[in-house]
């Protein structure tokens, strides 16, 4: 499509793009010429400042323009401004034409300039003080004027120009320079008009001074006076002038001058220091300093004439107990000093008092105190100690005096040890207010009694905290040290005895006191203990086990008869059962007997007597049986010739009726016959023993033994028969879990079988111990087996590998001690034809992944396969050769065997057992133990093998079980000699076996604060290497009941201690010590309170400082306070208080399980302010008539209330005395009131008293 366009329009379009350019190119000052070639004329409209004023610039009013015309008409207007006037002359007064030029053209104005006058001046700003020196020129530095003129305008004028202005000064009138100090006023003109202000003329004072030259004497000797002669300072002004003055000058002038120098150090540069204080505004010393030489004259000579003493120490002090606190004050001071070869340890010298002279080179002589000396004091070992020492440690010391470098002189000194003056005992924890009983011991509660010693230097072997006070408070008390037993005075002793008079009265006892002192480096101090009688508590009592008796008899059976005496120390003993103990009554107890003369039943009494006490109780009290004919004799008969076996006490009581047995019973006419063994009591059996035990039967009170076998079997030791899995993985993702499928064990039994177990057959009796499967290494699983009283045990090891430590390759080094080199170089494990492996000295060596070392592991008989009954008998020739696999961690290796037939020719041991040490009844365990079998075949070859002494084929001889049944002594132990026993050889073994032991132990935490109660303890200790430690418990007697919890509340509770008995231990019940918890010490504190004088006590409350009540605790206490209602002054007018104290309350509290000490304060009653007059009514017109006149006082609050002030707190006066209540007499009296109140300062004084008058009668 084609476009067509009009020339017309294109023509415009390009004038106008050709315009454009035009305009692009020119710049803006070329329009502005072109413009101005335009300009026809200019002319000036809206100008109305025809007026101007002299020396002032041309002026243009606002709205004034130039009308600029150009050539094509058209007009535009300009602002006019000052730039475009030519010719304008401020300074010619009268009419003037100017030009007004704008480009090239110009037009004129015609002004008139009339003279300028100033109005007024003022002072715009100027410093807060013109201050000027005395004497010297003014300077207006810094005033600024403002001039106002007559047309309404104003400028600033500086005065920075005038800085040198004095009485001839044209500017400033009314200053000169002969001003004294002082403030001034000034006159400052400007075109005939003036304004004043004022200055400060100040003195002309010295700021600054220094030393231009020092004295001629520049040297002295130490007390010299200085000589100021040649002595000039430079002084500075502060107006900048200085001047040189001589010191006689200065001080001629009356200038404050003050010297100050130290000539006392010799050998030494010595500051002079001049300070001057001018009388200046500022009032400040300035100081100027310089050195001089100062020595002293040379000694010829220093003699000491007298040796120093001591100070002397306090001596005599006594030390007395406050509250639980310890304080000590001198009773008499010993101040007597000590000379220096017979210092006290912990004594100072006292310089003071050695004396030297001083022979100087001049022929001086001055002596002096060891003070003014220089000295060293050195130790034996030649260390240096410090002049001011205490010789804390006795021995010779050096004391050496010098003078300057001159010639020493040493003294020796010598310090002897401090001797013990007194003991002081402290009981923190309450132990000397318990009550002990006889028979007690102080054994392990002396560490609870805390002790100091004061010595004869007034030292003490603890400080106290503070030097000064000296007082020991419960917190320093803790940090003495303790007592022990060993510290017993001669005399005392630690076990409590009662000296009262005896009780005859059971569950009664007296009391009794006894004095324990002990002996600390030859000083003595006690306490006074309360020691109880040890009274009977309960008396028990078992009858004999024979209560028959034959018709006629006059004596019963007192075997098995005994009484059990508790006493009321929780302790007990046996009395057994005496004749004289014994008396006979009829079966109704009625009749006395001394014969048993017919059949029946008769009472027996018995009485017990101990001590002052005699008890015979109904309750003793039993029974006899009368016979005719009596038995005399009962004897069993076994019928089945063997020890019958029962699973438990129960069949064997059933089994009675079967008559395993029955009792042969012969009377007193000698008949005999026989009874049916269910017809005998059973009189002792244990019910839980296993194996082999004697029952006793009683059958008409004789006494007969029948063995039983319970259980069958009896166990004696249990081992490894087979492995299980050994080799484990520790896998961060899955916890190891042991497979023991594989698992087999042999019991040992004590007829010389064995038997193997399963681990599938386990039951209740087998537990497994598994060892921490969560870490790396070997471990050991341990079998346990209870049979019956008995606990066996062996284990197993296992090993835990980490998850990239594979079994890489295991070996078997065929060269152990152990194998036997059938041919050169051939090394195989001869087994006799039938026997199973015995692998015991064997190890293999294995390599795990990650590691190129190899690692020893024992070789177990589960790692090898390998048949024993695989080998049929082929003749006294039979040799087979096996190469037996080893699988170890999924690796093989070989272990060479040859099956052989050949006779042992002897054994040796190769290691001993691990135990020697057995306890009777204990069967031998040769665990550990090995011997080596030696054999010999057909061709005279010799082989050999190691074995365990535990091994089925090795038999024990010689070995007594229970040697000391028919033991005569005590002995504790013997030494045994075991047969070891191997087909027709055998060996020795020595063991030792013992009695059942008391186990020995230690009590732990047998004392303990309330609120901090610790369990106690036993530490046992295990006599016998080799023994199991018995089981124990502790229980504790609260509140007349035995029991297993730990009592929380202060008190002695006797514990009672349950050994539980093992094979190795014996059972026992001790009761000897107490749990001791003792009450918890606090400080309870008053907190300190005040009122105002008439208002209500406050609410009085105390805190427990530095600690807390226990629980939920509660205190019983109530607060007291000293009586009094008036405020109380000390001697200094201050406030005195009402001491606040406390009061235990009885009741339901928990008061009894604390020691609590109680830390008073006080209630402070303060002035009542009265703010207003008091108004004082009747006192009018009073007459004397016998009653007394009172006065009524009112006084009123901020508030507007009234208050009146009681009666007591007014108090009159006749004379200027005060009187007793109100007036009675005649006479005139003044009324004020009493120091209860105070006035405020805005009180009036005729606001606070009255006067009146009381009339006598007409």
Same mark, same amino acid.
């Given at each position: ?62 709205? @004034? ?36 030029? %704008? ?35 003014? *300077? ?5 004027? /403002?001039? $106002? ?69 520049? @040297? ?19 107006? +900048? ?6 010191? =006689? ?191 007690? *011991? ?12 004061? %010595? ?104 098995? +008869? ?76 076994? /019928? ?13 009581? @059933? ?50 033994? %029948? ?97 990239? =430590? ?68 082929? +003749?006294? =020739? ?161 509140? +007349? ?119 008073? =304060? ?30 009524? @006082? ?34 005139? %009296? ?6 209860? $109140? ?21």
């Amino acid at each position: 499509m084609k476009t067509k366009f009009n020339a017309k329009v294109l023509l415009v379009i390009l004038l106008i793009f050709v315009a454009a350019l035009a305009l692009v190119a020119c710049t803006p000052g070329e329009q502005k010429n072109q413009d101005q070639q335009g300009v026809r004329s200019i002319a000036v409209d809206g100008f109305t400042s025809l007026t101007m004023y002299s020396h002032q610039p041309f002026t243009v009013n606002e709205g @004034a323009v130039v009308v600029i015309t150009y050539y094509n008409g058209k007009t535009e207007s300009v602002a006019l401004t000052a730039d475009m006037i030519e010719g304008y002359r401020s300074d010619v007064i009268g009419p003037q034409t100017v030009t007004v030029r %704008y480009g090239d053209q110009t037009t004129t104005l015609s002004v008139t300039v009339v003279e300028s006058t100033v109005q007024r001046i003022e002072i715009e700003s100027a410093p807060s003080v013109i201050q000027v020196v005395e004497g010297d020129y003014l *300077s207006m530095k810094g005033v600024v004027l /403002r001039v $106002y003129y007559q047309e309404a305008r104003s400028t600033l004028y500086s005065l920075d120009a005038y800085t040198e202005i004095d009485e001839t000064s044209s500017v400033v009138t009314g200053y000169r320079r002969s001003f004294a100090p002082g403030f001034y006023t000034v006159t400052i003109h400007y075109v005939k008009q003036t304004v004043t202000t004022t200055i400060q003329v100040i003195s002309k004072d010295v700021v600054a001074v220094a030393v231009a030259s020092k004295p001629a004497k520049d @040297a002295y000797f130490v007390g010299d006076e200085l000589e100021t002669a040649g002595l000039t300072f430079a002084y500075t002004y502060n107006n +900048g002038d200085t001047a040189v003055v001589t010191y =006689d000058e200065a001080v001629a002038a009356g200038d404050a001058l003050s010297v100050d120098y130290d000539f006392s150090v010799p050998l030494a540069e010595s500051r002079v220091q001049t300070t001057f204080r001018f009388e200046t505004s500022e009032g400040n010393p300035i100081v100027a300093t310089f050195a001089v030489w100062v020595r002293m004259p040379s000694v010829l000579r220093v003699d000491l004439i007298r040796n120093p003493v001591s100070f002397g120490v306090t001596q005599n002090v006594v030390v007395r107990e406050e509250d639980g606190s310890f304080s000590y004050y001198p009773e008499a001071e010993s101040k007597d000093p000590s000379s220096i070869d017979g210092l006290i340890q912990g004594e100072r010298i006292n310089l003071e008092t050695g004396l030297v002279r001083l022979t100087y080179d001049d022929g001086t002589v001055k002596e002096t105190d060891l003070t003014d000396i220089a000295f060293t004091i050195s130790d034996q070992n030649g260390r240096r100690i410090d002049s001011q020492t205490v010789f804390s440690e006795p021995g010779t010391y050096n004391l050496t005096v010098r003078y300057g470098n001159d010639a020493a002189t040493t003294l020796t000194v010598v310090v002897k040890k401090r001797t013990a003056l007194q003991l002081i005992l402290a009981d923190p924890n309450g132990i000397v207010g318990l009550e002990y009983w006889e028979g007690d *011991s102080l054994r392990g509660k002396t560490s609870m009694i805390r002790y100091n010693i004061q %010595y004869d230097n007034g030292e003490f072997a603890v400080p106290a905290p503070d030097p000064v006070e000296k007082v020991f408070d419960l917190a320093a008390i803790q940090q003495w040290p303790t007592l022990s037993e060993s510290m017993l005075a001669i005399g005392s002793n630690a076990t409590f005895s009662y000296t009262g008079a005896r009780s005859d009265v059971v569950g009664e006892g007296g009391t009794s006191v006894q004095t324990i002192a002990f002996t600390v480096e030859n000083v003595t101090a006690g306490f006074d203990f309360v020691v109880k009688e040890n009274a009977l508590r309960s008396v028990d009592f078992t009858a004999p086990a024979d209560n028959y008796v034959a018709v006629g008899d006059n004596v019963v059976s007192i075997a098995g +008869g005994k009484f059990l005496l508790t006493y009321l120390n929780k302790n007990f003993r046996t009395v057994e059962l005496t004749f004289p103990m014994l008396s006979y009554y009829s079966e109704d107890g009625l009749t006395p007997v001394t014969h048993f003369d017919e059949t029946g039943a008769y009472l027996v009494r018995p009485v017990v007597t101990d001590g002052t006490y005699t008890v015979a109780d109904p309750a003793f009290e039993y029974f006899v049986i009368a016979e005719d004919p009596a038995v005399t004799e009962v004897r069993l008969i076994d /019928r089945l010739g063997y020890t019958p076996e029962y699973k438990d006490r129960a069949a064997f009581e @059933a089994d009675l009726a079967n008559n395993p047995f029955v009792l042969r019973v012969t009377d007193s006419r000698n008949n005999i016959y026989e009874v049916n063994a269910d017809q005998a009591e059973i009189y002792r059996m244990s019910n839980d023993y296993i194996g082999t035990q004697t029952v006793q039967l009683r059958y008409h009170g004789f006494l007969v033994d %029948y063995a039983v076998k319970l259980s069958g079997r009896a166990v004696t030791s249990i081992s490894v028969k087979q492995m299980p899995r050994t080799v484990y993985y520790l896998d961060p993702e899955a916890p190891v879990v042991l497979d023991l499928s594989d698992l087999k064990i042999e019991r040992r039994f004590n007829d010389n079988t064995s038997g193997v177990v399963e681990y599938a057959a386990f039951d209740y009796y087998w537990n497994i111990v598994l060892p921490d499967l969560t870490t790396l290494g070997t471990k050991s699983v341990l079998i346990e087996y209870r049979h019956g009283e008995n606990l066996f045990a062996c284990s197993f090891e296992i090993e835990i590998r980490d998850l990239a =430590d594979e079994v890489v390759s295991i070996a078997f080094d065929p060269t152990q001690n152990g194998m036997t080199e059938v041919a050169p170089g051939e090394y195989r494990l001869v087994v006799s034809r039938g026997e199973d492996l015995n692998v015991t000295p064997f190890y293999i060596s294995v390599v795990y992944s990650g590691s190129s070392e190899p690692v020893a592991v024992k070789l177990q008989r589960g790692y090898v396969t390998f048949d024993p009954n695989a080998f049929p008998y082929q +003749g006294e =020739d039979f040799v087979a050769d096996r190469d037996c696999e080893i699988r170890y961690g999924n690796r093989t290796a070989i272990l060479p065997v040859r099956v052989t037939e050949r006779k042992l020719t002897g054994i040796e041991v190769v290691t001993l057992p691990d135990r020697f040490n057995y306890v009777e009844g204990q069967l031998p365990d040769l665990s550990g133990g090995q011997i080596k079998r030696v054999f010999e075949d057909k061709d005279g070859a010799v082989s050999y093998d190691i074995i365990s002494m535990t091994d089925p084929l090795i038999q024990l001889a010689d070995y007594v079980v229970s040697p000391f049944e028919n033991a005569v002594g005590t002995d504790q132990y013997v030494d045994q000699i075991i047969r070891v026993v191997y087909g027709s050889y055998s060996l020795e073994v020595p063991v030792r076996t013992y009695r059942r032991q008391h186990v020995a132990f230690e009590y732990l935490d047998s004392v303990s604060f309330y609120g901090d109660v610790k369990t106690p303890t036993l530490s046992l200790r295990n006599t016998v290497e080799g023994f199991v430690l018995p089981g124990w418990s502790i229980a504790y007697y609260v509140e +007349g009941v035995w029991t297993d919890r730990v009592p929380s509340v202060p008190g002695e509770y006797p514990m009672q201690v349950t050994i539980d008995g093992n094979q190795y231990y014996l059972d026992e019940v001790i009761e000897e010590r107490s749990l001791f918890i003792i009450a918890k010490i606090i400080t309870v504190q008053a907190y300190p309170q005040e009122k105002f004088y008439g208002d209500p006590d406050p609410e009085f409350r105390y805190f427990i400082a530095g600690d807390s009540l226990v629980g939920d605790d509660v205190l019983g206490i109530r607060m007291l306070r000293e009586p009094g209602e008036n405020v109380k002054f000390n001697e200094t007018g201050g406030y005195a208080g009402y001491q606040i104290k406390f009061e235990l309350v009885a009741g339901d509290n928990d008061n009894d399980r604390y020691r609590i000490l109680f830390k008073y =304060d006080n209630l402070t009653i303060k002035q009542r302010v009265i703010e207003s007059s008091i108004d004082f009514m009747g006192g009018d017109n009073l007459v004397e008539d016998g009653t007394p006149k009172r006065i009524i @006082a009112v006084y009123r609050l901020p508030s507007g209330d009234s208050v009146s002030i009681g009666a007591g707190d007014l108090v009159y006066r006749k004379d200027g005395a005060i009187i007793e209540g109100a007036p009675v007499e005649a006479g005139e %009296y003044t009324v004020t009131i009493s120091d209860n $109140y105070v006035f405020a300062d805005t009180v009036p004084q005729e606001g606070r008293s009255y006067s009146f008058v009381i009339k006598p009668r007409s």
